[in-house]
């Protein structure tokens, strides 16, 4: 019996639910929300779905009660506010810290023995807390943000090389924010041939510009930030995790050394497990690259220390 939490019945919580049903992810899923009655409704209208789309895998909804997560394996954090339109996501902290900190500590009455997947965001940040207020093994904790970014990298990857969105290949790593990710196109490939000989220059450096700024694009237009590519990658890492997928996935992951960083968490190769993250993959960056990876690290550092009130 597989079963999964998820705090925050909002756009990104009840898509993810969503996914990891039509999926057919996890045998059990439960959606909590604070606000009465959110949660229920959105795991009710999901639940209708089944029959027409034949899926088994159980979703329920339930207004704060943490009792009915007990004993998940996978708990998805993604209470909190989303950013508004010309918000940064490290504008939201103060408020996201204090509910992030109190959704840890009740998750892990129920669950002492969950994997943690964080998306609230500021993200790299809140995943930092969590470590810090939980005081579990790095491995089960694991931010999402990499992911995502990762993702949307690969779609404007994909419009720019006219190619199925399936066949390329791009990694984003470094904090998840608009100034501070990091596209890296020189492994971006379309069916391992280098995007770099395929797209001149400037349209490869749009792809990676637009990419950074996806999520601000998404907020301008939608008036809040964007839940569909958020949500699945969630269910993306929940999949990895419960179905022991041995997955390269970017991820925010707190580093001891790696990359010549520590005592953060931020976007770096992970290979996703039924231990969470198994492993930090590392390889050499080039000068650039580095040097782009410590300012983000730097500007990470910075976002992590206003959480001093709350941890
Ligand atoms: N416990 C449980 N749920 C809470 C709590 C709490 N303490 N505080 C807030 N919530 C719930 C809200 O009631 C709301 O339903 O979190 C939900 C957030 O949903 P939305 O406002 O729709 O926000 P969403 O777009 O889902 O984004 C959630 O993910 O991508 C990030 O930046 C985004 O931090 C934001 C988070």
């Known amino acids: 019996m597989s079963k999964v939490s ?3 019945a909002g756009n990104v919580g009840a898509t993810c639910a969503n996914v990891l049903v039509t999926g057919q992810v996890a045998d059990e899923v439960v959606l909590l929300d604070i606000k009465e009655g959110v949660s229920e409704g959105k795991a009710m209208d999901i639940m ?37 339109p ?97 596209p890296l196109t020189r492994f971006a490939a379309y069916r391992g041939i280098p995007a770099s000989s395929l797209l001149p220059a400037d349209l490869l450096a749009k792809v990676a510009a637009d990419t950074m700024v996806g999520g601000a ?43 010549g960083e520590s005592d953060l968490c931020i976007g770096v190769p992970c290979i996703i497990g039924r231990n969470g993250i198994e492993k930090i993959v590392t390889f050499d960056l080039n000068e650039e690259e580095k040097a782009l990876f410590h300012k983000s690290a730097e500007a990470v550092h910075k976002t992590n220390a206003a959480l001093a009130g709350a941890i």
């Open 217 to 259: 694009t998404l907020t301008k237009l939608l008036g809040t930030s964007a839940w569909y590519a958020p949500g699945a990658a969630g269910a993306q890492m929940v999949a990895a995790i419960l179905h022991n997928q041995k997955k390269l996935i970017s991820a925010s992951a707190l580093l001891e050394g790696e990359y």
């Open 48 to 84: 209708q779905t089944a029959n027409i789309l034949g899926l088994n895998t159980r979703l329920v909804g339930v207004t704060n009660d943490y009792a009915m997560t007990e004993n998940s394996d996978v708990v998805v954090i993604t209470s909190g506010i989303p950013r508004k």
């Open 6 to 8: 998820i705090i925050g």
């Open 86 to 182: 010309g918000m940064t996501r490290e504008e939201l902290i103060g408020v996201n810290a204090g509910i992030v900190k109190s959704v840890t500590e009740n998750v892990l009455k129920h669950s002492p023995n969950a994997i943690i997947v964080c998306i609230s965001n500021p993200m790299d940040t809140m995943t930092y807390l969590i470590h810090k207020v939980s005081g579990l093994p790095k491995n089960r904790i694991i931010g999402m943000g990499g992911a995502l970014d990762s993702a949307r990298f690969k779609y404007f990857l994909s419009l720019a090389l006219e190619a199925n969105a399936t066949e390329v290949e791009g990694i984003v790593i470094g904090g998840h924010g608009d100034t501070t990710m990091i």
